[in-house]
């Protein structure tokens, strides 16, 4: 039990396109969802909650209009990179919260940037 | 000063060692407490679930909590290759939707 999936594991776009990140719970409700980032040998950083039906709640530093997100239901949310710049490359992860207020993680989306 | 603090490593045992890893804390707020195994280019996954002071136990691993040293550590019987990996400390304050501060996480290398 306890599933988070992610799509796309890997993908790799152009300067300036918009890239969507899907995040689901396959077999649990999750009524909060985390996304975060994580560069090569470092920790995971957040960078926004995400609460179904409601606005993300975004980290300090976080542009809200570059990295888009959506919690449209109570097992899927989505974060949108607008505009990607080589600079938003990065491992991108997202995490769901269970009834018990365990994060369980998907596992991750290489985001590459040319 | 950190929230949490984990020695990076990396941590070389060899197979079958005992692995211990620690994380210390500032936050007396903190009451849940997880560690989780990162494999390289993975999504961290959930090895231990702690609330409050105390010991938790589950197959090799044992899980412990000393919330008046503001300590928690993480031991790891009959390491085996597979084993090696990136943990990471997590707590947590409660409630729903509530924040986890990680550790940087300890690099462990278990060796044959």
């Known amino acids: 039990g306890a599933v988070v999936s992610q799509h796309p594991s890997r993908v790799i776009c152009k300067s300036g396109t918009s890239v969507k990140i899907e995040c689901r719970s396959l077999?649990?409700?999750?009524?909060?969802m985390f996304w975060y980032r994580q560069f090569p040998k470092k920790s995971l950083m957040l960078m926004a909650t995400?609460?179904?039906?409601?606005?993300?709640?975004?980290e300090q530093g976080v542009e809200k209009d570059k990295f888009l997100i959506n919690h449209a239901s109570l097992t899927l949310s989505t974060l949108t990179v607008t505009s990607a710049h080589p600079e938003d490359s990065s491992f991108y992860i997202c995490?769901?919260?269970?009834?018990?207020?365990?994060?369980?993680f998907g596992p991750g989306t290489r985001l590459l940037v040319l | 000063q950190k929230e949490v603090e984990q020695d990076p490593g990396p941590l070389s045992v060899p197979e079958g060692a005992i692995v211990s890893l620690n994380c210390t804390y500032s936050?007396?707020?903190?009451?849940?407490f997880m560690w989780y195994r990162q494999y390289s280019r993975k999504g961290p996954e959930l090895l231990m679930y702690t609330y409050s002071s105390g010991n938790k136990e589950d197959g090799r691993f044992t899980a412990q909590v000393d919330k008046s040293s503001k300590y928690i550590s993480l031991f790891i019987r009959d390491s085996q290759p597979s084993d090696s990996a990136t943990y990471l400390c997590?707590?947590?304050?409660?409630?729903?939707?509530?924040?986890?501060?990680f550790g940087t996480g300890t690099q462990l290398k278990v060796e044959l």
């Open positions: 077999d649990f409700q999750a009524t909060t």
């Open positions: 936050n007396s707020a903190f009451q849940y």
């Open positions: 997590a707590m947590s304050a409660g409630g729903g939707g509530n924040k986890l501060t």
């Open positions: 995490s769901a919260e269970d009834v018990r207020e365990t994060q369980y």
């Open positions: 995400s609460n179904e039906g409601s606005k993300a709640t975004y």
